[in-house]
């Protein structure tokens, strides 16, 4: 059973940064592409960033490129999205996901979420 506990989240001011950790179990973690994604209230949920398997190619949504940064230890299971510069629109629940099929770049779909953990970026 494939498992995704996300953690990092919190309050900071606009401007300060916060790291977010998600730690996967129950499948060969190295062998599926991982993502990030973000719902404010009222909104829909949207894409943030998504990094291969291998760690090796990254791919981040307009709004963030620049300022969060993607990564994966594939030896810690686990995938890593520094954000810098954070801004009140920043302010959502963020949730990592694993793409449901292994080997593939880019995933189709991600069929995998975790619970999700809570930035707040206050002005």
């Known amino acids: 059973q494939v498992q995704l506990v996300e953690s990092g989240g919190g309050l900071v001011q606009a401007g300060g940064s916060l790291k977010l950790a998600c730690a996967a179990s129950g499948r060969t973690f190295s062998n599926y592409a991982m993502g990030w994604f973000r719902q404010a209230p009222g909104k829909e949920r949207e894409f943030v960033a998504r990094?291969?398997?291998?760690?090796?190619?990254?791919d981040y949504a307009d709004s963030v490129k620049g300022r969060f940064t993607i990564s994966r230890d594939n030896a810690k299971n686990t995938v890593y999205l520094q954000m810098n510069s954070l801004k009140p629109e920043d302010t959502a629940v963020y949730y990592c996901a694993t793409a449901r099929r292994a080997l593939e770049w880019p995933p189709v779909e991600f069929g995998f979420w975790g619970q999700g953990t809570q930035v707040t970026v206050s002005s």
């Open positions: 990094i291969k398997y291998s760690g090796r190619s990254t």
